[in-house]
């Protein structure tokens, strides 16, 4: 029941049969009786998992997801609930992905004081990983740190589960964990933490990292210390399933700020959303100088911008304004968390644009507005200012604006 619920809260499509969350749980504790029957017995076996496609952040090609049904998500869920405690004391302090009491955020941010630190970064890019991980090495891990036969059988069971492509033709699998299955950033975590974690805090102790699963960035005092790093990573990777570093997406990066006087073609990287690179900044004297710091990427900037448009709201005359509230609000307030716990006004630009298709909305929605869009841009001006509250954009403009003048 406890696994059902972790997996109601988030949502997601049907899988291969079809069966909504909420079909499930119209069956109520039924269907849970099955799962828990069949898994209790050994007879469970997961589905063929849907192979779906979707857009990456921005636009730029494709990610191909596997999407289990609702009983195969609450399955693994209740493995996870079980492996999660044992395995999780053992990852080290600079693993961030998907672990209790620790987010994104705190990767970016640990990401930019070791910035201000080191002088360059080795960021690396795991060709395919997801797909390529080895399954007889993630079965060794998981068999180190259990003796409850029942998980290693279903992990393997879940790991060798076919993948249903969009024709229905069923493709075995050898190698890889489908993105989308509720085990696999704990596997890919485990595995990670064997193949990298404990190789690097054994071979490099002085090198600090951060990793979210697959995205890792290296800190380094040299480039040419960061050129030995990545050779040696590149041979680690390889000898553990035959992991491949990717040719270009792997990169060398100077952090480029004031009191740093050397040069490198390659100044910013991408991570967790933002990108690092050198930003004017000024000092309490008024005197400019140059940071290195983060601030939303334009790959996630492009991609709310095309969520904003996607909405249409602004083509729905129909709406009233606490309608398009609720529609805005489900999003932006996560947007504006996210993206604007650094360089804040970078994140305004980009949620601006909600602003920009209200008026367009206004001037379809009322007459008097329609041939006058200065008027229309005050009106919302005036709404925003007298209720600031109404949109979770706004109320965030709000408390930026309070946090900056008690800081000065």
Known sequence: MAA???VRAKKGAPGIDGVTVEQFARGGTNNLYKLWNRMSSGSYFPSPVRMVEIPKDGGRGRRVLGV??????????VAVAYLEPVVEKLFHADSYG???GRSPLDAVATCR???????WVLDLDIEGFFDNLDHDLILKAVAHHTDDKWILMYVQRWLSAPVAQPDGTLVSRDRGSPQGASISPLLANLFMHYAFDAWM????????FERFVDDVIVHCVSQQQARRLRDAIATRLAECGGLRLHPTKTRIVYCKMTGRHGSHEQVTFDFLGYTFKPRGAKKKDETMFTTFSPAISRKAATSIRQQIRG?????RSDLSFADIARMINSRAGGWAAYYGRFCPSETVNVLFHIDRYLV??????YKHLRRAPRRAARTLVGIKRDRPGLLAHWRWEVMQRAAAARTG
Not at 113 to 119: F, I, L
């Open 311 to 315: 909405m249409r709201f602004h083509l």
């Open 68 to 77: 289990p049904t609702v009983a195969d998500r609450i399955a693994p869920t």
């Open 201 to 208: 805090a054994r071979e490099f102790p002085e090198v600090p």
């Open 4 to 6: 059902f619920e972790k």
């Open 113 to 119: 004081a070791r910035c201000w630190k080191y002088g």
């Open 360 to 365: 367009r909305w206004a001037r379809r929605k």
């Open 98 to 100: 998907y672990r209790p």
